[in-house]
């Protein structure tokens, strides 16, 4: 296990709870046992135990992966798999919490922090951006990039779309079926996907829709969780981050926390404690942990170049290719059991953000 001091003297968040242990029970058609597939944890990142690598991005120009920390932000060479950079306040950070990253068309880098604004980077020039340059918050959570350009920033108070001509933004709040935005995706036909606490909405470029646990979104609650209006990783008091360390053990179907829209233009949602929907354009189908996904919590999803599915989870990490699901957690390497980042890679190698580190998947 590679070992790295992050951000020496930046203040981490602790929490002393326990994580949730790995789902190890095999489900129907699961595949749970990593001999039985060549893919395994080849390396971890040891960013400290109290740090959370929060999201990932990957930069094709340099072939490097972005990190955001609850410390701060590392670039690691994927050539060689060692860190080649680190950034905090000190070097231009607009806060050290970093909940997003994007790598857009022209190679800048943007950074959505919690409580800060949003940070862009490219070439050693920082630029900062607040709710007074037109930013709907300061609490940022995910971006995506239309083909003309155009960025579209997930906040705490609705989403923004920004130009780089003229540096403009537009809020869009009442629009959406829950102005808390924590994911983001954009289909074949340009329409922007919003994964929100209180569904998904979608807009495609003139008209708005909405779907939510009545329309079929995420499963029943298998466990007979506690429902909750509020089991996000934030909460209704935004400067307190004692409850953005694990996730409750509560149930919100309508809570989605990531989006991924594939290759064949399906919509994934990830929500609170009712797994992952599907939607194909005209439902929802759902998966949880008696389907043989990790976690019910899903704060993560990416999809892989032979069309395999990865989920992120608070009990694990989850590939599934449309028959099998394999699910990997601390025992078979991996920094932690809650998996909140998933990024790709163009060699294929799969890289996920825990609590603890950053692990690096491959074949």
Same mark, same amino acid.
């Given at each position: 296990m590679a070992s790295i001091l992050l951000l020496v003297g930046a203040c981490s968040d602790s929490n002393n709870s326990s994580e949730a242990p790995v789902n190890t029970a095999p489900a129907k058609s699961t595949s749970s046992s990593i001999e039985q597939s060549p893919l395994r944890v080849l390396n971890t990142f040891n960013i400290g135990k109290d740090a959370y690598a929060r999201s990932l991005a990957f930069d094709k120009q340099k072939n490097s992966l972005w990190v955001?920390?609850?410390?701060?932000v590392m670039?690691?060479?994927?050539?060689?798999?060692?860190?080649?950079?680190?950034?905090?306040?000190?070097? +231009?950070?607009a806060n050290e919490y970093v909940f997003a990253i994007f790598v857009d068309s022209k190679g800048y880098k943007w950074f959505g922090t919690n409580g800060g604004g949003v940070s862009r980077y490219r070439d050693g020039e920082w630029k900062t951006f607040f709710?007074?340059? +037109?930013?709907?918050?300061? /609490?940022?959570?995910?971006?995506t990039e239309q083909p003309d350009g155009g960025l579209w920033i997930g906040t705490w108070a609705g989403a923004n779309f920004y130009r780089s001509e003229g540096e403009q933004f537009t809020t869009y709040v009442k629009e959406l079926i829950n102005e808390w935005v924590y994911g983001l995706g954009i289909d074949s036909k340009e329409r922007i996907w919003f994964g929100t606490e209180g569904g998904v909405s979608m807009f495609d470029g003139q008209q708005w829709q909405e779907w939510n646990h009545q329309d079929g979104l995420g499963a029943e609650n298998a466990n007979n969780l506690s429902p909750s209006t509020n089991? +996000?990783?934030?909460?209704?008091s935004r400067h307190d981050l004692s409850t953005l360390q694990l996730g409750n053990n509560t149930y919100n179907p309508n809570y989605v926390f990531s989006i991924l829209v594939d290759d064949k233009d399906d919509v994934w949602a990830g929500t609170w404690g009712g797994g992952v929907g599907r939607f194909d354009g005209s439902q929802w189908k759902n998966f949880n942990s008696k389907d043989g996904l990790a976690g019910n919590i899903v704060y993560s999803i990416a999809q892989d170049k032979e069309g395999a599915y990865w989920f992120g989870t608070d009990g694990g990490l989850s590939r599934y290719d449309g028959q099998q699901w394999q699910n990997f957690g601390a025992k078979d390497g991996l920094a932690g059991t809650h998996v909140y980042a998933i990024?790709?890679?163009?060699? +294929?190698?799969? /890289?996920?953000g825990t609590k603890g580190g950053v692990s690096q998947l491959g074949r």
């Open positions: 955001g920390t609850s410390l701060g670039e690691i060479d994927l050539q060689n798999s060692q860190p080649i950079n680190t950034f905090t306040r000190d070097h +231009g950070l709710p007074m340059h +037109g930013l709907a918050d300061y /609490w940022i959570y995910a971006f089991t +996000g990783l934030g909460t209704r990024q790709v890679t163009d060699s +294929g190698e799969v /890289w996920v």
